[in-house]
């Protein structure tokens, strides 16, 4: 039992930690800090910069041009990144299709795609989730049907996340309706500027927009498009959303949540004395506090056991849960430390007087609603409750 | 990183795990449990014979072990089974023992039987509120006051008391035959004892003992935590066998989802109570000891809590029978809560270090 990294391990956390601190830009990680929404610009700025280093890919072997870095490695980062609030990486390119390509794609689709990922040519975007097909994804109906040497595809996908900047996009269609639900499905590869498809914005419960509906009408796309066999994208749907799981605890995360919570309440005044002297809200805050130091260990004990193993297992499930029930928690108790100065609807209040705390808190309510996503998206809490049943308890 | 048992602690793990497993079947557990006096005597000399208390002692007390993570391998094992035998009374002693230098071959080998006096009625948890009183006698001491729930007091032949001594906390040994001890057994059982101490004789171990009773409490905590969590556990999994052999409605009651959920949550409430342990064991003896060991005696009450209230419900009328393993499984977990410091006191002991 040793819960500390090895000296290795220390030597390369600090070789992060320094060239964050160099290569970040201060602009940049202030955006983050305030909880605003970042823009495509900033985004491709700190892509191509940690791409410059090497870092991008995370998760990508060193063949294929990633840093071949271990979980306990790529953990470090990731902690790093979110202790310098440095913008998150957009992980659909990188962390889903770049793997699914590894293991699936043909040489030609690897030798392709995966370095126009890299230097940012192709923003890619994931199409999974319809209007009928949510929790149920095996029920999709978006239908790819062969004509000639093309997929002629008809459909509707919806949660398409930053949809709006991508040049492609990976679905999942329906290629034989009448097998059952996970057998007649396939992952095609199909390009966003081809006629018949329609990018329509959905305006979120805070007013933000990073999620779209997509329309498909007649759209063709060449046969070759195919990843993998047909009607056996089923099977990678599961590899990538296994690869959606991994870091999905977002301990990085709360840390950040849970100082901005002190540092708010260390300001606010509750009766004449900090909020944080408040006994009530100090036991909430202590409570969150002691979940997150648990979920930590757990995390690591996770990463430990994969490392081991060579893959995640099914308790990554139980680290979604866990992750995001705290975290949400940590977003809650922000909002009300901040009390009535978390009224203001962003971009309405524009003068510093209600701005305090370690960056302005102008989107602090916003990022409470934002974040109930996170027990929704990537499989919902119900969801992988029902994973845990089955592989853990065997019910 | 690494987040295997050493070759050794996996061996004393498992020869503790058969041995109480073969020793201590649930039958036998309640049957001893609650009948004076409140553990098997002959158990324990098996025990003590296994080297588990020697696990508990550091090499330089004439022990083989006695870090965080020795305590939580013997300690899981013993809630695995619901051992009642008076391990903790013996840890907490042994680490009092350690601090003042004293030799302690009596207590490893088994041959003096300690338990530890700190709780007093009015002051359940803090040690600043102590009122026994120690005043100097001839060469020694005599003590006054009352200790309350004493574990395994009722067949202790030394009992370790904290008292007030020279403007701090001394500890002091009392003979059990000098003082008025009522063993009794307890609802989870296990026994304990009131000790009435009025002008007892006493010889002091250790004076300024703030540091070393903060330690025993913390190597105690350890210790309590790391007994859910085997209890937790086995819990668990005996609610998720039933679930598999019994029937309503014409199907194994695990097929009901609303089942199915609350099981995965005690499932991650475990995770997160052992996860808060290793952290707990593996700063025991350092400079935030303290910290995670409130740390984790608030996040087990809540879990233990969690997992025995739930076996019950899902359980149904069976789990509220004598005869059934959950129910006395879901009392020691309700029970060790308040041992040590309960699950709102330890909330304010992290919330103290926050605000400092």
Sequence with gaps: ????????????????????????????????????????????????????????????????????????????????????????????????????LQVFGSKEQQDHYLPRILDGTD??????????????????????????????????????????????????????????????????????????????????????????????????????????????GWTIAKFLLTHERTGIAGVGFSMQA???????????????KSLIEDPLFAARVAQAEIDLEAMKITNLRMLFKAQEQGAPGPETSLLKIKGTVINQELKDLARRALGPAAAPFPGHVTEGNLMFGPADTEHNAARYFNNRKTSIFGGSNEIQRNIVTKTMLEL | MDFNLTEDRQMLADTLNRFLGEQYPVEHRIKVAYDAPYHDPAKWDQLVELGALYALAPEDAGGMGGTGFDISVVFEALGKTLTPEPVL????????????????????????????GITEIDAPYELDQIATQATAKGDGFTLSGRKSTVYGGQIADVILIAAKHDGGLGVFAVNAADANVTGYGMMDGGGAAEILLDDVSATLV?????????DGLNAGIVALCAEAVGAMEVTHATTVEYFK????????????????????????????????????????????????????????????????????????GIAMTWEYSVSHYAKRLIMLDAQLGDTDYHLSQVMKVNAA
């Design chain 1, 1 to 100: 039992m040793d819960l500390s990294y090895s000296a290795e391990d220390l030597a390369f956390r600090d070789e992060v930690r320094a060239y964050l601190a160099e290569n970040l830009p201060e602009r940049i990680s202030d955006v983050v800090r305030s909880g605003a929404e970042l823009t495509k610009e900033i985004i491709e700025e700190w892509h191509a910069i940690l791409n410059k280093r090497g870092w991008l890919a995370t998760i990508w072997p060193k063949e294929f041009g990633g840093p071949g870095w271990s979980p306990v490695q790529k953990h470090i980062f990731e902690e790093e990144c979110c202790r310098a609030y440095a913008p998150r990486i957009v992980p659909f390119g990188l962390s889903m299709l770049g793997p699914v």
């Design chain 1, 123 to 232: 923003w890619w975007c994931q199409g999974y989730s319809e209007p009928g097909a949510g929790s149920d994804l095996a029920s999709l109906k978006t239908r790819a049907v062969r004509d000639g040497d093309e997929w002629v595809i008809n459909g509707q996908k919806t949660w398409t996340t930053l949809g709006q900047f991508a040049d492609w996009i990976f679905c999942l269609c329906r290629t034989d309706p009448d097998a059952k639900n996970q057998e007649g499905i396939s992952f095609i590869l199909v390009d966003m500027a081809t006629p018949g498809i329609e990018v329509r914005p959905i305006k979120l419960i805070e007013g933000g927009y990073e999620v779209n509906e997509i329309f498909f009408t007649d759209v063709r796309v060449p046969i070759g498009n195919l990843v993998g066999k047909e009607n056996k």
């Design chain 1, 258 to 272: 849970l100082e901005e919570v002190k540092a708010i309440a260390r300001k606010t005044m509750r009766g004449g």
């Design chain 2, 89 to 116: 009374g013996a840890l907490m002693a042994s680490r009092l023992l350690a601090a003042a230098g004293a030799d302690q071959d009596a207590l490893l080998t088994g041959a003096t039987k300690y338990a530890v």
């Design chain 2, 206 to 214: 250790l004076a300024d003992a703030e540091a070393a009773l903060n």
């Design chain 2, 245 to 316: 052999q019994r029937k309503q409605f014409g199907v194994p009651i695990g097929k009901f989802q609303v089942l199915q959920h609350r099981a995965v949550d005690m499932l991650t409430e475990i995770e997160q109570a052992r996860s808060i342990v290793i952290k707990a064991a593996a700063e025991l003896g350092g400079d935030e000891a303290s910290k995670y060991a409130s740390m984790a005696k608030n996040l087990i009450g809540r879990a233990a809590r969690l997992i025995a209230e739930e076996s019950i419900q899902m359980h149904g």
